[in-house]
Each structure stands twice: as structure tokens, then as C-alpha cells.
């Protein structure tokens, strides 16, 4: 294991926040879902801030190349055309 500066791991991200609800619109747009999204407010969000601490990894010269809708689309439609090779247990 690589440590830095004494970590043993790095976040990664964008440094930018995302509310749960904007995340979940993003998924449901990106996949092509038509349903609605329900959310139960009686229910807290968790932690307000959900942002990643990025500075060590912008530290050694690092930044994202992409952003979070252009990275997830990519990322459905690698794993869409290879999900008939998935082996399921």
C-alpha cells in the first residue's frame, strides 16, 4: 500500500456538492428510468455536507478531467455493454 503524507487512502472526486435528491435525478436521467422519484422527508438527509476533502490528491497534481453527469454516463454505458459477460452467483 502507497501512503501519503502519511495516508493510507485518497479521496477522489470533483470537489463540488451534490444534494442525494440532484444525485438520484441524475441516475434516473443518465439510465433512461421513466418513474418518478419518491423521497420520504419525515427521513433527514444525513450528514449536510457530503463533499470529499480532495485537497491531498490536488496537492500532488491531480484534477478531475471530467465531471460527475459526463463520468456517470460513461460509466452506465461501459457497463451496459458488457452486462450480458457479468456472471451472477
Do not use: Q
Not at 21 to 39: I, N
Not at 46 to 74: E, F, H, V, Y
Amino acid at each position: 500500500m502507497i501512503h501519503y503524507s502519511g495516508h493510507s487512502h485518497v479521496n477522489v472526486g470533483c470537489g463540488e456538492d451534490i444534494t442525494i435528491l440532484a444525485l438520484a435525478d441524475l441516475v434516473r436521467t443518465t439510465v433512461g428510468f421513466a418513474g418518478e422519484l419518491e423521497m420520504d422527508t419525515s427521513k433527514p438527509d444525513g450528514t449536510l455536507r457530503k463533499l470529499l476533502d480532495i485537497s491531498l490528491l490536488r496537492g500532488l497534481g491531480w484534477a478531475p478531467r471530467i465531471n460527475l453527469p459526463a463520468g456517470l454516463k460513461s460509466t452506465y454505458e461501459w457497463y451496459t455493454a458488457r452486462r450480458e459477460r457479468v456472471v451472477t452467483a
